[in-house]
């Protein structure tokens, strides 16, 4: 069973919760700025992160007037501009499953699955007009999206063989990545548009390296030479031997320093015999591709998914004792020296972490949010329980200053809304006349914007005074 889709894993919670679920780097996060895309689950709510519009995709199921019985689910993706009270109706995607938003440099492009074809709609990010509308015969998971926003990349959830395809969102064309091997992981840098890829091959049991710039393979229209196994002009291909997929609950995430220079993937060492599901923790290994020199280096012991200080500094990973409990790992990026003892958080069970964009804190939760969060500040090497109550890290927003989370916790009853304060080490729970759902963020005005259970109201909010500034009614039902 493979589930590491360009390292998008749903594990044990849905794809909307945007989250690693059992162990790893969180992805809970919903920020507008990101490569991700965002989830449409109903009620979800995306920000373009151009012009700060919001998305929200809603249902509303229509029933037979005579009997009561259901027959059909319609679903709208409204908009919302930036500083305005009224919702626009800009897409109809009834009937259609799977709905993700992606803020490319051509529009935004919503992506969503019906009758085993994936549809691609691209709407101007202004008057919401359709630009462009395709659909491929196969269905999509997981999105990457590279620096100028031009490519995306996303794995066929319909391949034997989880291919990944890159789309170019100029044209809506679609091309499936050629490598070789067996199993195919990739990740666009931060800073360009280059693709950073690792090949597996089950029969040598050889990783392969490959970086290509995307520009320049559309500038010779995805050459492949004859004979050969992937596109032409690869800027790097190195081959690592020994290795093995790692296919289970520590899932392979490609991670890229924030400067560029160092790609890690995170697998297992092949050791003359698979095996599926967890493994000894001495199985866990991290290949450190230098994207300068194109040298390698193996780090033992050490899991992904990982993450990256924002100064680059160091490699956040994490290992497993012999009695399955999880430690924070830290590495020296220039050095790719680990610190000698791994960081023992103060949390039972399965963790996921979060690495602060400002400054150097991890903070580190339970898998299932009920216990209290761990700060640990990497300068100080001080780890913190944070005061106040447990919140895990499904779904929240960061603000920078000050540097906080704002975390939405919810169950099927209902939610609540939490403010994280990382430099004071404390969990507060922040009163408002709804229940919440879900959460995203304005930056550029520095407005919280959350849907409540019965979405039907957007409710826009001042983190700093903590009071509902406008709420934007949502026209459902209203036909």
Request: glycine content about 8%; hydrophobic content about 40%.
């Amino acid at each position: 069973m493979r589930t590491n889709f360009l390292g998008l894993l749903v594990l044990q919670t849905s794809l909307a919760a945007l989250t690693a679920g059992c162990t790893g780097f969180s992805l809970g996060e919903n920020e507008p700025d990101n490569n991700l895309g965002t989830y449409l689950g109903d009620g979800a709510v995306a920000v373009d992160p151009d012009n700060e519009t919001t998305y929200v995709l809603l249902s509303e199921e229509i029933y037979d007037e005579e009997d009561g019985s259901a027959l059909e689910t319609e679903r709208t993706l409204f908009a919302v501009r930036a500083g305005a009270t009224e919702a626009e109706a800009v897409a109809d995607l009834s009937g259609r499953d799977d709905p993700r938003l992606l803020f490319t440099s051509n529009g935004v492009l919503a992506m969503s699955q019906q009758d085993d074809s994936e549809e691609l709609l691209l709407l101007d990010r202004e008057t919401f007009e359709q630009k462009a509308r395709t659909t491929v015969p196969t269905w999509y998971y997981g999105t990457r999206l590279s620096a100028s926003r031009r490519w995306v990349g996303v794995a066929d959830n319909d391949s034997s063989d989880y291919d990944i395809h890159v789309i170019d969102s100029e044209t809506l064309d679609t091309r499936v990545i050629p490598h070789g091997g067996d199993l195919l992981e990739a990740m666009f840098l931060n800073q360009s548009d280059r693709l950073a890829a690792i090949s597996l091959d089950d029969a040598s049991h050889e990783a392969r390296l490959l970086v290509w710039d995307m520009n320049l393979l559309a500038a010779t229209e995805f050459m492949q030479l004859p004979g050969s196994e992937v596109w032409a002009g690869a800027v790097i291909d190195v081959v690592v031997p020994d290795v093995e997929w790692d296919s289970w609950f520590s899932f392979t995430w490609v991670g890229i320093s924030p400067d560029d220079r160092l790609a890690v993937f995170p697998v297992k060492k092949w050791d003359g015999e698979y095996e599926i599901g967890d493994s000894d923790p001495d199985d866990y290994q991290l290949i450190v591709l230098d994207l300068e020199t194109r040298q390698t280096t193996i780090i033992p012991r050490a899991k992904g998914p990982i993450g990256f200080t924002p100064d680059g500094s160091s490699i956040v990973s994490y290992d497993e004792t012999a009695d399955g409990e999880q430690r924070l790992l830290l590495i020296d990026a220039l050095t790719l020296e680990p610190d000698p003892e791994p960081i023992d958080v103060a949390i039972d069970g399965s963790i996921s972490y979060f690495v602060s964009h400002e400054g150097n804190y991890v903070v580190v939760a339970s898998s299932d949010g009920e216990q209290s969060l761990v700060l640990y500040d990497i300068d100080n090497k001080k780890e913190t329980k944070m005061a106040g109550p447990g919140v895990g890290l499904t779904e929240f927003v960061s603000r920078s200053d000050p540097e906080e989370l704002w975390v939405v916790q919810r169950d099927s009853y209902g939610g609540d809304l939490y403010r994280v304060d990382l430099q004071g080490a404390e969990v507060e729970e922040i009163s408002v006349p709804f229940s919440p759902e879900h959460i995203g963020i304005l930056p550029k005005r520095d407005e919280l914007v959350l849907t409540d259970f019965g979405r039907t109201t957007l409710h826009f909010m001042d983190p700093t005074t903590e009071k509902v500034l406008r709420e934007v009614e949502l026209p459902v039902g209203q036909k």
